[in-house]
DNA sequence: GCTCAAAATTTACGCGCGTAAAAATTATCT
DNA sequence: AGATAATTTTTACGCGCGTAAATTTTGAGC
């Protein structure tokens, strides 16, 4: 401080004694200058505090630093919490994350995609919306930027695939559903994605493995507020013909705090106690389902080895410019949560 | 489509068989060319889909389009749904937001603002940590930066600030409990924002206006996780002598729903039946609140309102280039939502 | 059709920086 | 110390665009 402003590198330059270019070698690269250069601009740094215009710099550099996030929907606190994470991930790589949330809409989606291709990121981690994302849009994006997909999967979009195993963590409830009470169904709304679907089928399987017939029950809704569809869903059916069974493994935990509120509307007792009237268990590990009342039974997601690998797959594919062979998709395990509402 | 690639204004500009300036007049505002001149360049970008390099627009530009949005805590629906809010306002005007989250750490908090200085935003909407940002910082990012404050208030930081009436949503929810059965004791945490402050202030004025005693009571934590606070604060307190008085007026609803799971765990029944053992209410109605079990009783802060006024005041201020007389205050009065938990 | 002001377009220059190639410096080894 | 290799620094040029000033075109009124 203390010192003039400084309104341009050979300004900078000039005041630390040296040449612009050896300056901007500096800021490419501290250690791509001998220790004594780099002491000197460091020293003129502290004392003149000037920073380079990313816009001149991103300009002619072969890659900006910048690494683009895009999560479905942002209010949703999975999606908040891993982004914090991923987030987290590229700061300390040295790159520079943007944040976006498609909120659910299709056309905002491909909005947040089209700036993100001005914005020249050297990758995009991208969770898609699922079922309404613009399939053509989306693939033609992932032709001209480095992307992985994670969360939920297109078929042979992008470079790489990171999500979790479906097929291998609703067994894992059902089992333990049917072996502590009776037999669950199935609670989902209209898939707004490809992991609803897959759990559905994984349910199915699972069910009849163990020789039980799968029900599935189907409530209406068509926003993201998912609380409130399973909710309103719930109350219809409870008031109504009831569940199939007593035991209810809903698609996601969004749509149990929902119907968790709607059996305690309707004064059900929620639980594995004998006196309770319904069991509800969930999917995800949802944040909130710690505190619900009771506290839900679900399947964790590893929100942490998610996006760890995401980024670690995203930075290989950095470093080796796009070219890192076939495809991939990783899936990893889900983990029983008991807890007291199944 | 189908025509070549375009790889500069230049070529745009030729191929549309009209000047570069001309050309660069029309992407600042489509409407500043005649008519005739438009329908040439939207022909062109129809068919050979060009789109200016923003890196080169904004090294020369008087003003980004780009507007920062700052908050402390993304993981929190509350602040996800204001910031969703608050970018759609931005989009639709024309601007270009960016998301960030502090994620809890004053650190993090000046690294965003640094960065934001570098991208020479319009403007910026800022959401602070509280009592942990580095107020110094912060003031000196404001000198540089148009900026409005919003939801926790630094005396006179920023140009503007828009946030709720604690002092009069308190006293709302007090009397209304009040009214309707034993008083209530106030829990709170370590507060991290002046909102903290001003509601315990707000709390015992309100109490001793009605001529009883405030009590108030405090529980640790220095997470973000108030949840995991209210239930683990919540937990000791039931367990040991217990709340003041058996209606407990929480500092957020964040605490709430904590306590209200950790009443559960107890078998405490919560609610306003005269078979509950305790009431508890909130402060906010996050967006949970109305899926906790019992749906819970708090005061509502206006999102739209609050976002809508920051956008606008913040426009107002982009306009004014940065001259628009005195810090003004806004705070926004809230709305009592009686649910079923007090 | 003509004049003149208003609007649109073109000319010309510079923004702040990256980077290849040339020049100078430093380090290594005999 | 001297020769050569390795590294660092400098010279020189261009990136893609904004924008002031100069020029041309357009349109209104007579």
Chains 1, 2 share one sequence.
């Not at 270019?21 to 460091?42: A, L, Q």
């Not at 619900?292 to 399947?299: A, G, I, Q």
């Amino acid at each position: 401080m203390g010192g003039a402003k400084i309104k341009n590198m050979q300004e900078f330059a000039s005041v630390s004694g040296l040449s612009r270019p050896t300056v901007s070698k500096y800021f490419n690269d501290p250690n791509s200058v001998r220790p004594k250069t780099r002491d000197r601009i460091e020293a003129a740094l502290v004392k003149y505090d000037y920073r380079p215009n990313i816009y001149a710099m991103n300009q002619n550099r072969r890659s900006t630093k910048t690494i683009g996030i895009v999560v479905p929907y942002l209010a949703d606190p999975f999606f908040a919490e891993i982004a914090r994470n991923i987030e987290r991930r590229c700061l300390d790589e040295g790159f520079w994350p943007l944040l976006f949330s498609s909120h659910g809409e299709a056309a905002l989606e491909i909005g947040i995609l089209n700036s993100l291709r001005s914005l020249k990121p050297v990758g995009v981690l991208l969770a898609p919306l699922g079922r309404r994302s613009d399939r053509r849009e989306i693939e033609a994006f992932c032709a001209d930027v480095p992307t992985v997909l994670f969360d939920s999967n297109i078929a042979s979009v992008g470079k790489a695939f990171i999500g979790s195993d479906n097929a291998q963590s609703i067994p894992l409830i059902v089992d333990y559903l049917c072996r502590t009470g009776t037999q669950p169904c199935f609670l989902e709304m209209p898939p707004v994605n490809p992991n609803a679907n897959k759990r559905r089928a994984a349910f199915i399987s699972a069910m009849e493995r163990l020789g039980h017939e799968p029900q599935i029950v189907r409530v209406d809704g068509k926003t993201w507020d998912f609380e409130q569809v399973g909710f309103e869903g719930g109350l219809d059916m409870l008031r109504g013909r009831g569940f199939p069974t007593d035991t209810v493994l809903c698609s996601n935990d969004r749509l149990a705090i929902g119907l968790i509120a709607a059996a305690h509307e309707l004064k059900m007792k929620v639980g594995r106690d004998s006196d309770a009237a319904i069991r509800i268990a969930g999917h995800d590990d949802h944040p909130f389902s710690r505190f619900t009342s009771p506290s839900l039974t679900t399947v964790a997601q590893d929100y942490a080895a998610i996006s760890r690998r995401s980024v670690k797959v995203l930075f290989d594919l950095i470093e080796a410019e796009g070219e890192i062979g076939p495809r991939t998709e990783t899936l990893f395990e889900g983990k029983l949560v008991m807890r007291n509402s199944a």
